[in-house]
């Protein structure tokens, strides 16, 4: 198809605001009389409350209230779940536990809210927090995930009798059949840490009850705008319609700005009605560390049988996951793991099954990737063990065991985070191999570079895995299309957006059916007074859940279009083109009205408008995918081990994705690259390190370590476009593309590099420190 | 993560901030950069009744020779200002050389040299590569003027022989003889981290080429910088080979340091590091001193 606008690189609309300085963020919102908030965080990750003295902070000149979980009364109420549990996988065991507004008798984890000051300003706030007085009696932490499902653990909920959360036993076909009839069984203990999302800006809130309109605006750093009203209304006994939330550009959310209704987002509303003033409340890094949710590890027992020609019969896995004190977020992250582990293979029987624990800490929820990465780490290992020990390439036993492309659509039988069996739409596996080899120089790495590096002493090795993302998942968005008097048009949709390109990429779908300049499509997004359903952005979904929403939006204007021009300019529909701001006819082109024009007699000011019509150039659509898009790649790295110093170079970087129609290119290698810097992050810097009494011992930023600029390879992105047949723009997402992949080729390629040590890597992150720790191990086994 | 209330005196000249500091005494924090002392008021971790803001004194913004072929630095230089400055980088491309591991541009367009000295955190390379440049610090107050070499200043983590009172005012460098060679070496995490380990070494032959001195300094090994004694000790007066070079960065390694872990690099890998570095920093010290 010739496109003008869509599919092209273009820059993006947003960024001259944005790096002007000239865009708003929560903590650029200034209102009159505006009051500030700080939390007391408990230091303790398990404790019981016995008081806590709140009358000195409230002498303090400048503070205007202090509350704890008992002065919110009724009001105090554990949150809601969600994500609902996944009853629709048989047998599935399933104990909810959600966040509370504040720790009101139990604190389950270190940083959790105690209490909360309001003062005229952050600097009071903070000064008040050293005048509470709480009476805090430790308990015994659970910390470890494993020892938190042993019997005589302490209990993060005593009522509950356990620390299991959740267990979840899914099978496709008959493992242990399939295993009996294998040639070889190869069997490894992964374990698997995640960390932060660590975003640029930290969460932040401003809220503004006002009494005289009894109106609330919330202008938050959310991912999930239209939820968060929708449930702040519900929390605060308000009507929908009383709610304004706003959310204005915000710095990275990264997954876990999904989270609604958080602590300061339940007390600080409240208080803002009880006060009758704005509140304003920004996370600072030390809380966002002790306070955001996070991902944290996953410790699997995996297995594979094959025959000895490399064909899988059969993958199992068995994992625990940790949850945190609370699962608010149910099931998503390990679901994730158990979907995407077979990835782009042809895993005739596939047994999966995982126990999620309780422990005190920070609850987790998906951060990009997902539990994605976890699955594709373990059977990624698992088809490396497999080609040592079959004495294969590793590109071959791949090879050998992709999904082809007429095998689509392909039903894994396994229920994913949609609670629906999980189908793959659409891919071609072998061919994101073949370009990823191409563009890395395979052959001549491993055949001749390779062992010339090594005959001058260097340690250079190679990994290539290939991955899916499923993305692009329902329920729905939807978005509105308007053509305004100016010939403008604007866009609204509450899908939100976390700095991903939307104002861009949304007016590229618009531009391309209008005929308009891209940069005269004006796109809101996050704010629910103007447009109030959809779900929000998260799980890779918004260009193709709300691209397709607003495709579908501006197909209906531009037939409205074409319609009143035909009538107004009397030339047949089919002759009329939409170019440049205008229509007109294509066989005489000076027959043409400017677009800003049809709009005004669209919405006439005076006469009888026909019966069943609508005014202006205007339309809604939504779009629901039935399931989600399953997009892919290859990723291939070379690094370089010094073997003295535990010092790891990515050297090369190469992915070839495959995330079908692509809107904007520009803006998925964008997205590509902010994956693969995390995806270095998990590989060998991001770990949150407690120690045995729950005490997070990396909670800033000089001791957490997060990928710079200076820790980042050059990445090579190769194209490839599978387009989806579920959506009518072809299109998948790509947000957690970078991400999924990359633990696992650097894994594979530091072992490549040490090949003459004898070494597995069956962990991730691989700090240089436990490099040297398994280097010495294989010197001395 | 904002700092309590304090005080603020800003100074104009040296006179002024000694008589603030008499007056105050530990109810007073110098602030030179600020690039360690803002954020830790910010945790909160510091908190100090007052600050003495030396930014406006300018007669402590100064890099010049000395009679005897060395160089003063005053406290208040910006750390840029002396990795890029052409004295310095021709009489001691040592400190360049560190400055590039030591945190970010923008930390070092703010930072200052004496602030590093006198803040004494034993991560840190200023310290380290003074020691092995065998610096002296010059300490006023308002009784007089002292002088303290490298080797006494560093008593304990951020602790140093200042007295509140006083104020580091210059750190001067002596020349280094003929025949010298440098090294710095160190290993990070990732650029601009702290070094898990660092080693600054200055070496100087004889004109029989056998090492006249040797002074090898460690970071992140200990409570202060660490001068490497015994290993010193092994080369002086020796020819510097390669097997003698393996067995001083051993020494030093094993011998010489005490060092700790933390969650970045455990007791066994550190003192890995501390050999591989000191092994290869004074290959490459040996290596330039005869050249």
């Not at chain 1, 009996?180 to 809220?207: P, T």
């Not at chain 2, 002024?16 to 008021?41: D, I, N």
């Not at chain 2, 005897?68 to 052409?86: F, L, N, P, Y």
């Amino acid at each position: 198809m010739e496109t003008k606008y869509f599919g092209k690189r273009i820059q993006r609309n947003e960024d001259p605001r944005i790096l002007t300085g000239q865009a708003l963020f929560v903590d650029d919102v200034e209102l009159p009389d505006m009051l500030h908030a700080t939390f007391l965080r408990s230091d303790y990750p398990h404790a019981r409350i016995n008081s806590i003295d709140i009358s000195a902070a409230l002498a303090r000149p400048g503070v205007i209230a202090v509350y704890t979980a008992k002065d919110m009364g009724d009001y105090w109420k554990p949150g809601p779940l969600l994500v609902p549990a996944p009853t629709a996988i048989p047998g599935v065991v399933f104990n909810k536990r959600t966040q509370v507004p504040m720790a009101r008798e139990e604190i389950r984890h270190q940083g959790e809210p105690i209490a909360v000051v309001i003062a005229k300003s952050r600097y009071i706030a903070e000064d008040a927090l050293a005048d509470i007085v709480a009476d805090l009696e430790p308990l015994d932490p659970v910390v470890d995930v494993e020892k938190a499902l042993e019997p005589g653990s302490p209990l993060v909920y005593n009522d509950l009798g356990t620390n299991l959360a959740s267990h979840v036993q899914q099978e496709n076909g008959n493992y242990a059949a399939a295993a009996a009839q294998a040639d070889v069984v190869i069997k490894a203990h992964i374990v698997i840490d995640r960390g932060i999302a660590g975003a640029m800006e930290n969460r932040g809130l401003v809220v503004q009850w006002d009494p005289k309109s009894q109106h609330l605006t919330v202008w938050a750093t959310t991912q999930a705008p239209i939820a968060l009203r929708n449930g702040l209304s519900g929390i605060l006994g308000l009507s929908e319609s009383q709610v304004r939330v706003i959310a204005p550009f915000v710095g990275g959310g990264f997954g876990p700005k999904i989270m609604v209704f958080q602590p300061e987002e339940v007390v600080l509303t409240w208080a803002s009605m009880k006060l009758g003033l704005p509140i304003k409340y920004i996370e600072d890094r030390q809380e966002n560390f002790l306070a955001m949710t996070q991902e944290r590890n996953q410790i699997h027992d995996a297995e594979i049988a094959l025959t000895k020609d490399g064909k899988i019969l059969g993958v199992k896995d068995v994992f625990v996951q940790d949850t945190g004190a609370f699962n608010s977020y149910a099931l998503t992250v390990p679901l994730n793991t158990q979907t995407h582990t077979t990835g782009p293979y042809k895993v005739p029987n596939y047994y999966s099954e995982f126990r999620v624990a309780f422990t005190d800490r920070i609850l987790v929820t998906p951060v990009r990737g997902a539990g994605r990465p976890y699955g594709v780490f373990v059977m990624e290992r698992l088809m490396d063990l497999a080609a040592k020990k079959l004495g294969l390439d590793p590109t071959e036993i791949r090879r050998r065991n992709y999904l082809q492309p007429e095998e689509f659509p392909y039903r894994t039988g396994i229920i994913g985070q949609d609670f629906a069996k999980n189908i793959l739409d659409s891919g071609n596996y072998p061919a994101t191999l073949d370009k990823a080899l191409e563009m890395i120089e395979y052959e001549q790495f491993i055949k001749e570079e390779q062992p010339k590096l090594r005959a001058q002493g260097k340690h250079v090795g190679i990994g290539v895995v290939t991955f899916t993302e499923g993305t692009g998942v329902g329920p729905y968005e939807g978005g509105r299309v308007t053509v305004e008097a100016s010939g403008k048009v604007s866009v609204a949709t509450g899908v939100g957006t976390q700095g991903q390109g939307h104002y861009t990429s949304f007016a590229q779908v618009v531009a391309e059916q209008l005929g308009v300049p891209v940069e005269d499509v004006r796109v809101v997004t996050g704010d629910t007074d103007q447009f109030h359903w959809g779900a929000g952005t998260f799980a890779s979904r918004g260009a193709t859940v709300a691209g397709n929403a607003i495709h579908a939006a501006a197909s209906l204007v531009r037939a409205k279009i074409l319609k009143l021009a035909s009538k107004t300019l009397q030339v047949p529909e089919e002759d009329l083109v939409l170019e440049n701001s205008e229509i007109h006819s294509a066989t005489h082109p000076t027959t043409c009205i400017p677009l800003g024009e049809l709009a005004v007699k669209a919405n006439p000011s005076r006469g009888a408008v026909e019966p069943g019509a609508e005014p202006g150039l205007e339309a809604t659509a939504y779009y629901g995918p039935p399931y989600g898009a399953t997009a892919g790649g290859t990723v291939a790295m070379i690094v370089e081990v010094d073997t003295e110093l535990m010092r790891v170079e990515i050297k090369r970087y190469v992915i070839a994705h495959d995330c079908g129609t692509v809107i904007n290119p520009l803006i998925v290698d964008g997205q590509i690259h902010g994956g693969v810097s995390l995806g270095v992050g998990n590989s060998f810097f991001e770990k949150l390190v407690y120690d045995e009494n729950g005490q997070l011992m990396n909670g800033t930023f000089m001791d957490y370590l997060i990928p710079r600029a200076t820790d980042m390879p050059y990445i090579e992105i190769g194209h490839l476009s599978t387009p989806s047949p579920l959506n009518p723009l072809g299109i998948k997402g790509v947000g957690e593309a970078g991400a999924i992949p990359t633990p696992a080729a650097f894994a594979q390629a530091v072992e490549n590099a040490l090949a003459d040590y004898n070494l597995e890597v069956r962990e991730i992150p691989l700090s240089p420190n436990r490099l040297f720790e398994l280097l010495e191990e294989s010197k001395t086994s | 993560m904002k700092p309590a209330s304090f005080e603020y005196y800003a100074p104009t000249n040296v006179d002024e901030a000694l008589a603030r500091l008499a007056e105050l005494g530990y109810g007073v924090k110098v602030l030179a950069g600020g690039q360690s002392l803002v954020p830790s008021m910010n945790f909160r971790l510091a908190q100090p009744p007052a600050l003495l803001d030396l930014n406006n004194v300018q007669e402590l913004f100064y890099i010049r020779p000395t009679s005897d072929g060395g160089v003063a630095i005053g406290t208040m230089t910006r750390d840029s200002q002396v990795e890029h400055d052409a004295l310095i980088k021709e009489k001691f491309p040592i400190i360049a050389a560190a400055m590039h591991f030591m945190a970010h541009p923008q930390i070092r367009n703010r930072g200052t040299f004496g602030g590093a000295i006198a803040h004494a955190d034993p991560t840190a390379q200023l310290p380290a590569v003074v020691l092995a440049l065998n610096g002296r610090m010059r300490i006023r107050s308002q009784q007089g003027e002292r002088w303290v070499a490298a080797e006494e200043f560093f008593v304990g983590p951020f602790t140093s022989v200042l007295e509140p009172e006083e104020l580091l005012v210059e750190v001067e460098l002596p020349p280094t003889p003929a025949h010298s060679g440098w090294s710095y070496r160190q290993m990070e995490r990732q650029a601009g981290a702290q070094a898990l380990v660092g080693v600054a070494v200055m070496v100087s032959l004889d004109e029989a080429g056998k090492c006249r001195s040797a002074r090898i300094a460690f970071l992140s090994v200990g409570e202060t910088a660490v001068l490497a004694r015994q290993a010193a000790q092994m080369l002086t007066g020796q020819k510097p080979t390669a097997e003698l070079i393996h067995a001083a960065a051993e020494t030093a390694a094993n011998v010489d340091i005490e060092p700790g872990g933390d969650i970045h690099c455990s007791v066994e890998y550190r003192r890995h590091l501390a050999e591989v570095l000191a092994r290869q920093a004074l290959t490459e010290a040996f290596e330039r001193a005869g050249r």
